[in-house]
């Protein structure tokens, strides 16, 4: 008898006739059916989690206000060591009319391993502001959900030095 797991895949018995036979195989039926029911409700907001990031990784790439702001919650804030606490429409007015064509090389997209509906984008921003002056540097985005998957809250963690140097407080 063996158990057979995929990603995102139910837990099953390959030989299911022959466990069918054997009483001592019932608890390991009804372990696998737990299981599978634990990775259907550990699995699929996960994955909701990370197109939501995708979805807000495109948009702010294409300066998108209000796809951006459609991610996120009535209440939401955003979080920036370079603005301080915002609402996200005003914080992502503020980025887009300071930028010209920017862009973003993801590197990876992580998710919370203590159970929290949060997750991480790691990327490099390639800021090109309106001025023509690049800014480049590595950036992660903290995301906190809602039980609906909106963001409710986004923490932008980066160095703030690199930043700092080019574009001084002109668009704080």
Not at 20 to 37: G, R, T
Not at 60 to 66: G, N, P
Not at 89 to 116: C, M, N, T, W, Y
Request: glycine share 6%.
């Amino acid at each position: 008898m063996i158990l057979v797991h995929g990603s995102h895949e139910k837990l099953s018995l390959v030989d299911e006739a022959a466990a069918s036979y054997d009483p001592a195989n019932f608890l390991l039926q009804a372990c696998v059916s737990l299981m599978n029911q634990h990775i259907s409700e550990s699995t699929l907001p996960d994955a909701g989690h990370v197109a939501v990031v995708k979805r807000y990784l495109d948009r702010l790439e294409a300066s998108d206000v209000e796809g951006i702001v459609a991610l996120f919650t009535e209440d939401a804030q955003v979080v920036s060591p370079f603005l301080g606490c915002m609402s996200p429409r005003p914080f992502f007015d503020k980025v887009r009319d300071a930028s010209g064509q920017s862009r973003i090389e993801v590197l990876d997209i992580l998710l919370s391993a203590q159970g929290a509906s949060r997750a991480m984008a790691y990327f490099v921003y390639h800021w090109q502001l309106r001025d023509g002056t690049e800014v480049r540097f590595d950036c992660v985005d903290v995301f906190d959900f809602n039980e609906q998957g909106r963001i409710q809250r986004m923490t932008i963690v980066y160095d703030t030095h690199p930043v700092r140097a080019l574009v001084g407080d002109k668009y704080a």
